[in-house]
């Protein structure tokens, strides 16, 4: 059974600094993974998807990478920001139509 | 460009009773889901429709009914709600190409 790790549950950093959130599967036979961003009481942000085939997409201070033989995925943000602010959660697709979620990264900017 | 709407924002409703949460895209996407989205569960999947006339069940379907008579509606009916079912519930849409899911801003259900 395929299930999503993202350590650590929670992360606080100080305005400016780079940083990684980490995502795990148990099962490399996935067709992609998608990283959402959360702010509370609100709906779910896609921000990356990186098909299977695929080590690595980028959008803006974004970068997410996919190693599947390792069942490993991160996203790196660049010189964070308090907007950067929520939650971040990994999914990944096992077939066309279910994603398997993790719990999330909670994420706190200090300015 | 609305993308997909979900009614109501919120909503208290008595045991017992019965519900339709309504979610439409205005993607055209074929396929669309519902989540209950719980503290500590993280979202879980309700039901799916990969494309209008075909539904399909997820990991939590029970007590849950969904239709999909066209592309762009997928209402979610809770036939006789129990406190259970509390949840945040989020519609979401994919389409064929590369199936990235997008989500509605979700419905916040307290059944009592």
């Known amino acids: 059974k395929q299930e999503v790790t993202q350590i650590p549950a929670a992360l606080s950093v100080p305005e400016g600094e780079n940083l990684v959130l980490n995502c795990s599967f148990t099962?490399?036979?996935?067709?992609?993974l998608q990283w959402f961003r959360q702010d509370p009481g609100k709906g779910l942000t896609s921000l990356l998807l990186i098909q299977s085939s695929q080590r690595e997409q980028t959008s803006g201070r974004l970068n997410a990478s996919l190693d599947k033989s390792s069942g490993r995925s991160t996203l790196y943000i660049a010189a964070s920001q308090p907007g950067d602010s929520a939650t971040y959660l990994c999914?990944?697709?096992?077939?066309?139509?279910?994603?398997?979620w993790g719990a999330g990264t909670k994420l706190i900017i200090k300015p | 460009t609305a993308g997909i709407t979900q009614a109501p924002t919120s909503q208290i409703l008595a045991a017992g009773r019965s519900m339709t949460l309504r979610c439409t895209q205005d993607m055209r996407h074929n396929a669309m889901y519902w989540y209950r989205q719980d503290l500590g569960l993280g979202l879980r999947l309700i039901h799916y429709?990969?494309?209008?006339?075909?539904?399909g069940k997820g990991e939590v379907p029970d007590g849950y009914s969904v239709s999909r008579a066209n592309t762009d509606d997928f209402p979610l009916t809770l036939a006789s709600a129990v406190p259970s079912q509390t949840s945040v519930y989020f519609c979401?849409?994919?389409?064929?190409?590369?199936?990235?899911?997008?989500f509605g801003p979700g419905t916040r259900l307290t059944v009592l």
């Open positions: 429709s990969n494309t209008a006339g075909t539904t």
């Open positions: 979401a849409s994919s389409d064929s190409r590369g199936f990235e899911q997008f």
């Open positions: 099962d490399s036979a996935i067709y992609n």
């Open positions: 999914a990944v697709n096992l077939s066309n139509y279910q994603l398997i």
